[in-house]
């Protein structure tokens, strides 16, 4: 499966914005569909994920509350709704692919892979 991340962009902080992550190749659905960020010197790390049913969904602790993961599968399409943005949320954000049966949050767990798109929040 091929993915593609959009919506990156420069917003101040306390805003929002939304990412987009499209899917094609294989069938998009048998897939858990998960996001990472990764910041300058830091390793990436798990930010939310979705199962193939959207009936669990999974958040990093630093993003619960604030960030929202949905999927339209008929649209081969996944969606980050990112509110209150703060400035430590800046990185580079990759939505990525799984076709373990669970939920993980370990990248290595991930087959697949988008190109990231960057995320800057300004204080």
């Known amino acids: 499966v091929q993915l593609q991340a959009f919506g990156g962009g420069l917003v101040q902080a306390g805003g929002s914005l939304g990412l987009s992550c499209a899917a094609s190749?294989?069938?998009?659905?048998?897939?858990?569909i998960g996001w990472f960020r990764q910041a300058p010197g830091k390793e990436r790390e798990f930010v939310a994920a979705?199962?193939?049913?959207?009936?669990?969904?999974r958040y990093a602790d630093s993003v619960k509350g604030r960030f929202a993961i949905s999927r339209d599968n008929a649209k081969n399409t996944v969606l980050l709704q990112m509110n209150s943005l703060k400035s430590d949320d800046t990185a580079v954000y990759y939505c990525?692919?799984?076709?373990?049966?669970?939920?993980?949050?370990?990248?290595?767990?991930?087959?697949?892979w988008g190109q990231g798109t960057q995320v800057t929040v300004s204080s």
């Open positions: 990525a692919a799984s076709s373990v049966g669970v939920i993980t949050t370990t990248p290595r767990t991930f087959n697949y």
């Open positions: 190749g294989r069938t998009f659905s048998h897939y858990i």
């Open positions: 979705i199962t193939w049913s959207s009936r669990t969904t």
